[in-house]
């Protein structure tokens, strides 16, 4: 009989974070689950790692590195569970983590999605992540990112989308809606599921239970590195492209146009930022009439209202608004100090 959970555990060369993550799988309260690590031809000796210290896992290894949507696909393809959970090898999980989200998918059959409270591995009194938001600049945003954890996210919400760096899904999605794009590789992935699942008429909850401590960005540099920056902002355009309905693009274009201009001040504060940007703008052009192929097929399917969509992305955008100025100010007061 198959498990009822499988986690899928993406890894390329971050042997030295796997220790921690598998063996708090092994503290999980809830058991009845498989655990799949996908390496993406790791060079660091990251299969035999595992095979010998944790042979409950089953290994994947693929010939080449297909970025982290290639991986997770492999891995859900490999499964027959009706959930699936996707989980960073850069995280330790509390014990209770996949209890929390199975509880929650049981309760809720009107989410299809769940989205873990994920916090800072090194500081845990600061929040890493909260849900996933879209701005109406269409530019995503991880709410709580930054945030000191005052208990301002101890509430179950639904909100735009799930950080794949610890999510749950129902396999239904999945069918529906189709796998993670490989076209992407890596980044914004995860924002685009999420707006597909949204359109299709699955909601994604927010589960404040689930904690999950991640360090983030392990196998790309850094948030700031090069490659980073060229796949954000590449697949943030591709995002758009395929999902935002054309019925709503006219009235966020402005938006969208301001935040382009914003992420590109932003990214010139660091070494190379430019450069990496406006790789990123070619990449999509050249993706663009792939993406149009898809968003064809994407929208013929959608099975929600302009008037839904326009109220989650408006909230979606307050919620970014509000967490934003939270961060800046525990900012300004850290620094204050």
């Known amino acids: 009989m198959a498990p009822r959970v499988t986690v899928v555990v993406p890894n390329w060369n971050t042997r030295e974070f796997l220790r921690s993550c598998l063996q708090s799988l092994r503290r999980q309260t809830f058991q009845d689950f498989e655990t799949v690590l996908v390496d993406s031809a790791s060079t660091d000796g990251s299969v035999g790692f595992v095979e010998e210290n944790f042979p409950e896992v089953r290994v994947i290894a693929l010939d080449e590195n297909q970025g982290f949507s290639g991986a997770v696909n492999a891995g859900i393809e490999a499964s ?3 959930l699936v959970a996707l989980l960073n090898n850069d995280t330790e999980q509390d014990a209770g983590w996949l209890d929390a989200l199975v509880r929650a998918a049981e309760r809720r059959p009107e989410a299809g999605l769940f989205a873990s ?3 800072d591995f090194g500081d845990r009194g600061r929040l890493d992540g909260a849900g996933d938001a879209l701005r109406r600049s269409g530019l995503p945003y991880r709410l709580g990112h930054g945030e000191i ?3 301002q996210f101890e509430e ?4 735009f989308g799930a950080c794949a760096a610890a999510a749950l899904y129902r396999r239904g999605v999945f069918d529906e809606v189709g796998l993670f794009d490989e076209d992407f590789f890596a980044y914004c992935e995860d924002g685009d ?16 239970g689930a904690v999950v401590y991640h360090v983030g960005s392990v196998s ?5 590195s090069a490659t980073a920056t060229r796949l954000g902002t590449r697949n943030g355009m591709l995002l758009l492209v395929k999902n935002l309905p054309g019925s709503l693009a006219g009235g966020y274009l402005p938006f969208i146009v301001l935040g382009q201009l914003s992420r590109l001040l932003v990214v010139s504060l660091s070494p190379g930022g430019p450069k990496a940007h406006l ?16 968003r064809r097929k994407i929208q013929n399917e959608r099975r929600v209202s302009d008037a839904y969509l326009r109220e989650l992305l408006g909230r979606s955008s307050r919620r970014a608004a509000e967490s934003r100025r939270r961060r800046i100010r525990d900012a300004v007061r850290s620094r204050l100090r």
Do not use: I, N
Request: aromatic share 8%; with cysteine; net charge positive.
């Open 156 to 159: 179950e919400e639904f909100v």
């Open 80 to 82: 027959s569970a009706e």
């Open 220 to 224: 790309t540099g850094g948030k700031r």
């Open 279 to 294: 790789e990123g703008l070619a990449g999509a052009w050249r993706l663009l009439p792939k993406m149009l192929e898809k």
């Open 117 to 119: 409270k994920l916090v």
């Open 193 to 208: 599921v999420s707006f597909r699942a949204q359109l299709a008429g699955h909601r994604c909850l927010y589960v404040p």
């Open 149 to 151: 954890d005052l208990g």
